[in-house]
């Protein structure tokens, strides 16, 4: 008999005539969910086949709190903590702290709640902090937060291509900030996640399979990777604009609009799901890391040396590195048409 959290037990179905049938519930499981007769329980049917039983009344949302202590905590570690609890989901986290640390716990706090969305300072006492999460998880679509890194990247890498033709250099000027609303999206979805598979009820809501969110986690981090190179090739682009503009150069630069290309075709197919149109650029990409690879191999061997060559080197290997982040970006969307295929055929049937 199942007694607790993890046990299980092997109950057979009763026939109650009229072709209904009834299966008991444990009595530790009813008692411990303070559940009474004629109480009403959600009854969900898995992909899978199994059925989910939950009680109506956790529908009702219940706040996740977590408490720190500065004494307890390594120094100079909060924000961490700070982060950890925002993506595992609370929505109360409480800090202790003595009056010396307060001046420093301030800066760590501002500057968690630059890095995240939705939490405000709600409490500040003498050695007290409270933070709580004001953003309902099912608020925003997990779609609409992709959407959204995406253009941030997008936008990067016009503006990179705009400066590289000779536009001034200040449109740059404003990267890490968009860096940082990527980082901060990020952030917000594997929040999102990790609830989502607490919680079926926010996968409800969110219109979200637990496999899809996982590889929506997946999806995310590849923007905020591509986002860091684009900042890097922002950066060299800003500071070595005449150097990569060398006319004996032929700046890897130029493969950046086909990256591009590529890339928005993938988010397209966030939606459609075409599997020939997600290989078709994930080819196309994979064709311009060889280019790429081919093109530092005949800078090494070339027996003029330029400042220029070792700021192509480093971007080079960014536009490299944005292919990649692409292709495992192309590959989360082939794993979840995948996923979404599969036949569940009982063995032998």
Not at 74 to 86: I, K, N, R, T
Not at 288 to 306: P, V
Not at 320 to 345: H, T, V
């Amino acid at each position: 008999m199942a007694s607790g959290p993890g046990d299980t037990s092997i109950r057979k179905i009763q026939s109650t005539g009229g072709g209904t049938f009834t299966l008991s519930l444990p009595k530790q499981w009813v008692t411990s969910q303070h559940l009474k007769t004629s109480n009403s329980i959600r009854i969900d049917w898995r992909p899978s086949g199994a059925l989910r039983l939950t009680p109506l009344e956790q529908d009702k949302r219940t706040l996740r709190t977590i408490s720190f202590d500065l004494e307890c905590l390594p120094d100079d570690s909060l924000f961490d903590h700070l982060m950890g609890a925002y993506i595992a989901g609370a929505d109360v986290i409480r800090i202790r702290h003595n009056s010396k640390d307060k001046r420093q716990s301030n800066q760590e706090i501002r500057r968690f709640l630059r890095a995240t969305r939705g939490f405000e300072l709600y409490v500040e006492e003498e050695q007290l902090f409270e933070l709580h999460c004001l953003l309902n998880t099912s608020d925003m679509p997990i779609t609409s937060s992709l959407n959204r890194m995406y253009l941030q990247l997008s936008s990067a890498i016009r503006d990179i291509l705009s400066v590289f033709g000779g536009d001034d250099p200040t449109f740059l000027d404003d990267l890490e900030e968009r860096e940082s609303e990527v980082d901060a999206l990020l952030h917000l979805i594997e929040r999102q996640v990790r609830l989502l598979i607490d919680n079926y009820s926010i996968a409800t809501k969110l219109n979200m399979t637990r496999i899809q969110s996982l590889e929506s986690g997946n999806l995310a981090r590849s923007l905020e990777r591509m986002m860091d190179h684009a900042v890097l090739i922002g950066e060299n682009v800003q500071e070595h604009s005449s150097e990569l503009g060398h006319k004996e150069n032929e700046s890897s630069i130029k493969n950046l609009g086909e990256w591009q290309n590529a890339l928005k075709e993938l988010m397209i197919n966030i939606r459609l799901r075409d599997a020939t149109r997600i290989e078709e650029a994930r080819t196309h990409l994979k064709k311009i890391q060889n280019d790429l690879k081919e093109h530092e191999r005949n800078l090494f061997q070339s027996e003029k040396k330029h400042s220029w060559m070792l700021v192509e080197l480093s971007v080079s290997e960014s536009i490299r590195r944005l292919c990649a982040y692409a292709r495992d970006f192309g590959e989360s969307l082939i794993n979840m048409n995948a996923y979404k295929g599969i036949r569940r055929d009982r063995e032998g049937v």
